[in-house]
Antibody, heavy 118, light 108 residues
Framework: QVQLVESGGGVVQPGRSLRLSCAAS????????MHWVRQAPGKGLEWVAI????????YYADSVKGRFNISRDNSKNTLYLQMNSLRLEDTAVYYC???????????WGQGTLVTVSS | SYELTQPPSVSVSPGQTARITCSGD??????AYWYQQKSGQAPVLVIY???KRPSGIPERLSGSSSGTVATLTISGAQVEDEADYYC???????????FGGGTKLTVL
């Protein structure tokens, strides 16, 4: 069965960096575009970034562009989100999600909480 | 930046029809998708490409789109349909995603 397991969340000070990982299993990871989506406490969903199946194309939300970098290692079936220059407003649960043809976010991970606090 | 607009809340009695709208300038050219999120859980895709239902989603959930407005309809809403619902689409380039602000559906 499809599984997405995020890790790497935690408490970090403003201005510091953190790297999230998403381990995928149960499907052909190297064939699927992948997304990061976040949800601040008590707030709605916010799309963060997408990476193409082979990593050649990446796009970001304006709120994270220039600070976050999405990447993938298809040999390890793992998706990453490198988050730099973190701000208080980056505090959220971060989800990785799969995209298949016609159906973005058909599977989601359970999420990992990132708290940016001084 | 591109935005999708949803009403913050919709309330219906059990058995009634609930309609949740999503407005966006690019919707005439881009599909809308709908996600259901219950408290403490990850979202679930309930409608894709405006009106298609993934397997396992009840037939009482349906979607439509006309012009700049996409609509999620829950016919004969049940208590278990209480959740937050989010629409999703992309900007006109198709490269950047955007979620609506979410609508809290109350069935009581």
């Amino acid at each position: 069965q499809v599984q997405l397991v995020e890790s790497g969340g935690g408490v970090v000070q403003p201005g510091r960096s953190l790297r999230l990982s998403c381990a995928a299993s149960g499907f052909t990871f190297s064939s699927c575009p992948m997304h990061w989506v976040r949800q601040a406490p008590g707030k709605g969903l916010e799309w963060v970034a997408i990476i193409s199946y082979d990593g050649s194309n990446k796009y970001y939300a304006d709120s994270v562009k220039g600070r976050f970098n999405i990447s993938r290692d298809n040999s390890k079936n793992t998706l990453y989100l490198q988050m730099n220059s973190l701000r208080l407003e980056d505090t959220a649960v971060y989800y990785c999600a799969r995209e298949i043809p016609q159906q973005p976010f058909d599977y989601w991970g359970q999420g990992t909480l990132v708290t940016v606090s001084s | 930046s591109y935005e999708l607009t949803q009403p913050p809340s919709v309330s219906v009695s059990p058995g009634q029809t609930a309609r949740i709208t999503c407005s966006g300038d690019a919707l005439p050219k881009k599909y809308a998708y709908w996600y259901q999120q219950k408290s403490g859980q990850a979202p679930v895709l309930v409608i894709y490409e405006d009106s298609k239902r993934p397997s396992g989603i009840p037939e009482r959930l349906s979607g439509s789109s006309s012009g700049t407005v996409a609509t999620l309809t829950i016919s004969g809403a049940q208590v278990e349909d209480e959740a937050d619902y989010y629409c999703y689409s992309t900007d006109t380039s198709g490269n950047r995603g955007v979620f609506g602000g979410g609508t809290k559906l109350t069935v009581l």
